[in-house]
């Protein structure tokens, strides 16, 4: 059973819990009034379980306050089908702002939705056979999984564990479907009680990510609970359970930090729901519920110990958790290019600029998807690191699909440089409430400025990992990345260096404020140095924490 909140006073998250266990709050009757363009700021929170962010455009507050929304869709393991997604397109077209974003837990989201036109989008995506429920909110978001159709019957499997743990952890609450789908005032019942979550769900989000190695491209370690598929014999035996990852911090706040989660042990295919609830069910009973910046599970794994959360899970699961079997990652990434799947058919990995789906003067990205996914129906499948693979393509399409590109001028991942096919960026700016700092808009400018630096110094062909966030939350993972930039304010980030291309090792800061036109002069001189004291092979991240970290083992300001 759910442990009583703690002695600490309930946040005011849990409260509002407490007095809408079926997470309705007022939003019918809000959704009813057609004389508001917003929910009030309590509905805000119930709107997060929901899939929806209320937002609204920042370069507009000096003239008033323009409320938009944002809707999350649930997509297990980031794979859609053609009419699936031909759907998304069309409703991004008629409510939202014409683009898609794909996010670093490989959803979709819609951006600018007006109030009016929401439970209309969010019916469209339901008619779909897509949800929205959950991507938000204090429960079991959406869960990662390798995207390289290269991983054949063993990616199968994950993505198949995926989508049955995604159908296990979503709450039951009617709310959502009589709001959303039926269009009616829910009673409130405030007796009701999700089986699992209990009638406070979880204190926070909780994240599950698999991975293939020796490809951590799901950044594994960066989850709350964390499976890493061993395979033999081209099947999976089981997983290494991590447990105790996140990224999310606060600037000047040392009791937040990001955390990499620790390896506990070796479980078998038939344990893994059973472990994972045993790990949600530890979050849900021994989270932080006073205070929602401590209230993440990373924080019960730093405090109480990986050996006590070994015990624990053990004894929720009523067995002896393995030893963990040996398996390493030596890289992140996406695969880019045309590529052939263990069937014989063809996937192409491309590179989408900061995960935005759209049309621009020069690059219409999201007409070519959208005649390529009509004509040729390929699968599609989201990666992590914001890019998109379409999959199951016959040999006899390739040239067909290549020429739609060439038509529509959508560069190929050839004609794009290794350090920029190895970035991410978060939304932030204008929409994101959170943001302190520019993040997608100004990322590719930077990113060119890197290319002629690295260009000057001899390293155009070398690929180093680079992510921007524009708050120190990390949506984009700043900080398993070897430069990493995080906003502090305005054209203000700190720096962060150092994490390995293996995922396995968080960077650290190199400065604590750098303005956003200085980036660039403060990277080349360590490109310089990189040229001339790196060993063999090694990379860019490898050589700042052997040589940097031993030089600035603090950050300067």
Known sequence: MTQPLSPAAPSANELLKIAHPTLDGTIAQTLADTQTERFSDDDNQFLKFHGIYQ??????????????????????????????????????????????????????????????????????????????????????????????????????????????????????????????????????????????????????????????????????????????????????????????????????????????????????????????????????????????????????????????????????????????????????????????????????GLFVETGRIKDTETHRTKSALREIVTKFQPELRFTPSNNLILANIPSEHVDAITAILNEHNVLLPHQISPVRRASVACVSLPTCGLALAESERVFPELLQQIEDALAETGLVDTAIVTRISGCPNGCSRPYVTEIGLVGKAPGKYQLYLGANQAGTRLARVWKEVVKFEDVVSELKPLFVRYVQERLDGEQFGDWVARILWNEQPAATN
Not at 114 to 121: C, F, I, P, Q, R
Not at 188 to 208: A, H, V
Request: aromatic share 8%; charged share 25%.
């Open 55 to 348: 937002e609204d455009d920042r370069d507009l507050r000096k003239t008033g306050k323009k409320y938009i929304m944002m809707i999350r869709v649930r997509v297990p393991g980031g794979v859609i089908t053609p009419a699936q997604y031909l759907k998304l397109d069309r409703l991004s077209e008629q409510y939202a702002n014409n683009t898609l974003r794909i996010t670093s837990r490989q959803t979709l989201q819609f951006h600018g939705v007006l109030k009016s036109n929401l439970a209309a989008t969010i019916r469209g995506i339901n008619d779909s056979l897509l949800t929205t429920l959950a991507t938000c909110g204090d429960v079991v978001r959406n869960i990662t999984v390798a995207p390289s159709p290269a991983e054949g019957a063993v990616g199968a499997e994950l993505q198949a564990q995926a989508r049955a743990l995604s159908e296990f952890f979503s709450p039951v609450t009617p709310s959502y479907h009589g709001i959303w789908l039926d269009g009616k005032e829910i009673s409130l019942n405030q007796d009701f009680i999700d089986p699992l979550y209990g009638k406070t769900y979880l204190p926070r989000k909780f994240k599950i990510g698999f991975a293939i190695p020796p490809v951590n491209d799901t950044d594994v370690f960066t989850n709350d609970v964390g499976l890493i598929a061993i395979v033999e014999g081209g099947k999976v035996i089981g997983y290494n359970f991590a447990v105790g990852g996140g990224m999310g911090r606060s600037h000047g706040n040392e009791a937040t930090f990001a955390r990499l989660a620790d390896v506990i042990g070796f479980i078998t295919p038939d344990q893994v729901e059973q472990a994972i609830l045993g790990a949600v069910t530890i979050h849900r009973d021994f989270g932080d519920r006073s205070n929602r910046k401590h209230a993440r599970l990373k924080y019960v794994v730093a405090e109480r110990g990986a050996d006590w959360f070994r015990t624990e899970l053990e004894r929720r699961m009523g067995i002896q958790i393995a030893p963990a079997r040996p398996a390493e990652f030596t890289h992140q990434g996406d695969p880019f290019g045309w590529l052939v799947q263990p069937d014989g058919r063809k996937f192409l």
